[in-house]
């Protein structure tokens, strides 16, 4: 079983930066892709980025790219979402989750994730 807790959320202007921090409890955390995902009100949970277990490998949602960048620290057990040039529809609590060791932004592929994190962007 894998704990995750996200942290870091909070309430900014549009085009100010946050990093979020999802910190997990298992040992053999680089065994496991860590993806981040959002749910805005009313919206079905989306993907956002994910990065591989070595940390070599990335991928992006297409409004992603180019402004977040995902990044992990094997050493603290520790995955983190840098967002820069937030935008108002960047506002959505933010998952993080342990998935298997391939690539995927499927949400069904993820076992374990976090309680969420709550961003929001004001105009």
């Known amino acids: 079983q894998v704990q995750l807790v996200e942290s870091g959320g909070g309430l900014v202007q549009a085009g100010d930066s946050l990093r979020l921090s999802c910190a997990a409890s298992?040992?053999?955390?680089?065994?496991?892709?860590m993806g981040w995902f959002r749910q805005a009100p009313g919206k079905e949970r989306e993907f956002v980025a994910v990065?591989?277990?070595?940390?070599?490998?990335?991928a992006y949602a297409v409004s992603a790219k180019g402004r977040f960048t995902v990044s992990r620290d094997n050493a603290k057990n520790t995955a983190y979402l840098q967002m820069n040039s937030l935008k108002p529809e960047d506002t959505a609590v933010y998952y993080c989750?342990?998935?298997?060791?391939?690539?995927?932004?499927?949400?069904?592929?993820?076992?374990?994730w976090g309680q969420g994190t709550l961003v929001t962007v004001s105009s």
């Open positions: 990065v591989s277990g070595s940390g070599r490998t990335t």
């Open positions: 298992e040992r053999t955390f680089n065994d496991y892709y």
């Open positions: 989750a342990a998935g298997p060791g391939f690539l995927t932004r499927s949400t069904k592929d993820y076992t374990y």
